[in-house]
T-cell receptor
Framework: KQEVTQIPAALSVPEGENLVLNCSFTDSAIYNLQWFRQDPGKGLTSLLLIQSSQREQTSGRLNASLDKSSGRSTLYIAASQPGDSATYLCAVREGQGNLIFGKGTKLSVKP | DGGITQSPKYLFRKEGQNVTLSCEQNLNHDAMYWYRQDPGQGLRLIYYSQIVNDFQKGDIAEGYSVSREKKESFPLTVTSAQKNPTAFYLC??????????????FGPGTRLLVL
């Protein structure tokens, strides 16, 4: 059964720092992987989607990489800002489109 | 504005009562999903539907029921059989594969509390 793990569970950094969030999954037979952002008490916002055939995707200050063979993905955030403070969730898609989620990394960027 | 709406934002349930959470989307998506989120936990799939009048159980369907009579609507009923319903409930939708959009879109959520 697919399991998705995110490390660390929480991270606090000063503004301006570059940072990396990690996601690992146990079964490499995935269709794609998505990174989401969740603000407190809100729904999820999709940040980046990487197909299984891709190595990385970029959007602004965000870069997500995928190494399917090793079961790992990273989300790189450049020049972090207080507005980046949120919980970041990683999810892998299998089969009929069902996503399997990690528990998330809670990021706090201090001014 | 295209998107997913969920109502109400907060819902209170008395013991033994059934309550229904609403989810509506105007994205013309075929697939719709219900997830439950508990503090410090990832999202867990309750039910999903890929087409009108058809739906499947997810990982934690016990104590819940759904219907899909219209493409844009996927209401979730939390029955009295669900003994620990306090959680944040998220509805999502996605186009079927082959449309070029693989992203799953989420509504703003409904927080259910037990009185």
């Amino acid at each position: 059964k697919q399991e998705v793990t995110q490390i660390p569970a929480a991270l606090s950094v000063p503004e301006g720092e570059n940072l990396v969030l990690n996601c690992s999954f146990t079964d490499s037979a995935i269709y794609n992987l998505q990174w989401f952002r969740q603000d407190p008490g809100k729904g999820l916002t999709s940040l980046l989607l990487i197909q299984s055939s891709q190595r990385e995707q970029t959007s602004g200050r965000l870069n997500a990489s995928l190494d399917k063979s090793s079961g790992r993905s990273t989300l790189y955030i450049a020049a972090s800002q207080p507005g980046d403070s949120a919980t970041y969730l990683c999810a892998v898609r299998e089969g009929q489109g069902n996503l399997i989620f990690g528990k998330g990394t809670k990021l706090s960027v201090k001014p | 504005d295209g998107g997913i709406t969920q109502s109400p934002k907060y819902l209170f349930r008395k013991e033994g009562q059934n309550v229904t959470l609403s989810c509506e989307q105007n994205l013309n998506h075929d697939a719709m999903y219900w997830y439950r989120q508990d503090p410090g936990q990832g999202l867990r799939l309750i039910y999903y539907s890929q087409i009108v009048n058809d739906f499947q159980k997810g990982d934690i369907a016990e104590g819940y029921s759904v219907s899909r009579e219209k493409k844009e609507s996927f209401p979730l009923t939390v029955t009295s059989a669900q003994k620990n319903p306090t959680a944040f409930y998220l509805c999502a939708s996605r186009p079927l594969p082959g449309t070029g959009d693989e992203t799953q879109y989420f509504g703003p959520g409904t927080r259910l509390l037990v009185l």
